[in-house]
T-cell receptor
Framework: RKEVEQDPGPFNVPEGATVAFNCTYS??????FFWYRQDCRKEPKLLMS???SGNEDGRFTAQLNRASQYISLLIRDSKLSDSATYLC?????????FGTGTSLTVIP | NAGVTQTPKFQVLKTGQSMTLQCAQD?????MSWYRQDPGMGLRLIHY???????DQGEVPNGYNVSRSTTEDFPLRLLSAAPSQTSVYFC????????????FGPGTRLTVL
């Protein structure tokens, strides 16, 4: 079983839409979680860390549910520039486990 | 700061050849790691290091060696290249292995014929 599982999409949404990505992790000992963004043929870059209390950064909201071992990312008022692949990451011990990524295309 | 740098950007090898992918960071980060990224597989950890002189295996270590003689450098060696090692390789670093974001290099695109 993969450590982190994500719906690969693709998600095609119109500008201004709200879109949600979900991710599950298998190891209850995972201690921290992140969402990364990866543009085509580029390196991943941190979008936001995910905290148990939930956290928000502008149009982006991340939530963690430890009981269900579930992480989510909500993007409100989607912009064309949000088009990218979003990677869910679980940090367990000294290792970081990446999901396969969810592809988002925002359409004009 | 240059951040995390990787060389080369592109490389083509023949089966059986060996080579070293270079990775360096100038942020005085303790933790460094190597990933490979393949279509549909996401990023998979090859090897990592929690400090100079310390390395450990990740999820897919076979066919690769690493060393960490300095804090700054973390080279990845392919011992005898195989077509299955065709991939994009990313090096990453973070201040420590605990609760810290990773910063990635620009990647090396490797093709093994």
């Amino acid at each position: 079983r993969k450590e982190v599982e994500q719906d690969p999409g693709p998600f095609n949404v119109p500008e201004g839409a709200t879109v949600a990505f979900n991710c599950t992790y298998s190891n209850s000992a995972s201690q921290s979680f992140f969402w990364y963004r990866q543009d085509c043929r580029k390196e991943p870059k941190l979008l936001m860390s995910v905290y148990s209390s939930g956290n928000e950064d502008g149009r982006f909201t991340a939530q963690l549910n430890r009981a269900s071992q579930y992480i989510s990312l909500l993007i409100r008022d989607s912009k064309l520039s949000d088009s990218a692949t979003y990677l869910c990451v679980a940090h367990t011990g000294n290792q970081f486990y990446f999901g396969t990524g969810t592809s988002l295309t925002v359409i004009p | 700061n240059a951040g995390v740098t990787q060389t080369p950007k592109f490389q083509v090898l023949k089966t059986g050849q060996s080579m070293t992918l270079q990775c360096a960071q100038d942020m005085n980060h303790e933790y460094m790691s190597w990933y490979r990224q393949d279509p549909g597989m996401g990023l998979r950890l090859i090897h990592y290091s929690v400090g100079a002189g310390i390395t450990d295996q990740g999820e897919v270590p076979n066919g690769y060696n690493v060393s960490r003689s300095t804090t700054e450098d973390f080279p990845l060696r392919l011992l005898s290249a195989a077509p299955s090692q065709t991939s994009v390789y990313f090096c990453a670093s973070s201040y420590s292995s605990r609760y810290n974001e990773q910063f990635f290099g620009p990647g090396t695109r490797l093709t093994v014929l």
